[in-house]
Antibody
Framework: EVQLVQSGAEVKKPGESLKISCKGS????????IGWVRQMPGKGLEWMGI????????RYSPSFQGQVTISADKSISTAYLQWSSLKASDTAMYYC??????????????WGQGTLVTVSS | DIQMTQSPSSLSASVGDRVTITCQAS??????LNWYQQKPGKAPKLLIY???NLETGVPSRFSGSGSGTDFTFTISSLQPEDIATYYC??????????FGQGTKLEIK
């Protein structure tokens, strides 16, 4: 069974750093892209970026380029999303999702349960 | 960047109604269009991929159509458990993705 299990909720102060995780199981972790999606309170889904754990090829949405860093450790089948200096506006639910497709990774077929990040002084 | 315009932003319908949501891309995206359902407090769930393909296990009352810039998502007979927010999502060949703004579906 394919599963993506994300790390638990975080409460941080502005300016602090944070790294959240997404552990894949039940499939070949290095053969599928893993994307990250932000959902701010009461708002829609925003694609942030994506990584291919097989070779660490990473792409970012222009809206998030330079704001976050996406990485992966294929030895433990885990992808990461990190911030070096959080802002209150980073408060959101963050989802990881596996990208799949016959020819290209065009859709997200499995999702993690989400990690709620709250940034408040 | 490819922009996605999804409409309506909200919709109220009765059980048994046929429900239609549209998504328009700012440029030709072939059939690289997917539809998701998100229930409150839950992660999104893939319903339709590549514009018209039903994901395994998804009820057949859900369907999708379209290509190029104009796409349609349909629920043929609305059920109470279909209350959710629905999103379209496009993919381009640069490994970039964009979600539509979402359609919140409520029971009348």
């Amino acid at each position: 069974e394919v599963q993506l299990v994300q790390s638990g909720a975080e409460v941080k102060k502005p300016g602090e750093s944070l790294k959240i995780s997404c552990k894949g199981s039940g499939y070949s972790f290095t053969s599928y892209w893993i994307g990250w999606v932000r959902q701010m309170p009461g708002k829609g889904l925003e694609w942030m970026g994506i990584i291919y754990p097989g070779d660490s090829d990473t792409r970012y949405s222009p809206s998030f380029q330079g704001q976050v860093t996406i990485s992966a450790d294929k030895s433990i089948s885990t992808a990461y999303l990190q911030w070096s200096s959080l802002k209150a506006s980073d408060t959101a639910m963050y989802y990881c999702a596996r990208a799949a497709g016959l020819i290209a990774a065009r859709h997200f077929d499995y999702w993690g349960q989400g990690t709620l990040v709250t940034v408040s002084s | 960047d490819i922009q996605m315009t999804q409409s309506p932003s909200s919709l109220s319908a009765s059980v048994g109604d046929r429900v239609t949501i549209t998504c328009q891309a700012s440029q030709d995206i072939s059939n690289y269009l997917n539809w998701y359902q998100q229930k409150p407090g839950k992660a999104p769930k893939l319903l339709i991929y590549d514009a018209s393909n039903l994901e395994t296990g998804v009820p057949s009352r859900f369907s999708g159509s379209g290509s190029g810039t104009d796409f349609t998502f349909t629920i043929s007979s609305l059920q109470p458990e279909d209350i959710a927010t629905y999103y379209c999502q496009q993919y381009d060949n640069l490994v970039m993705y964009t979600f539509g703004q979402g359609t919140k579906l409520e029971i009348k």
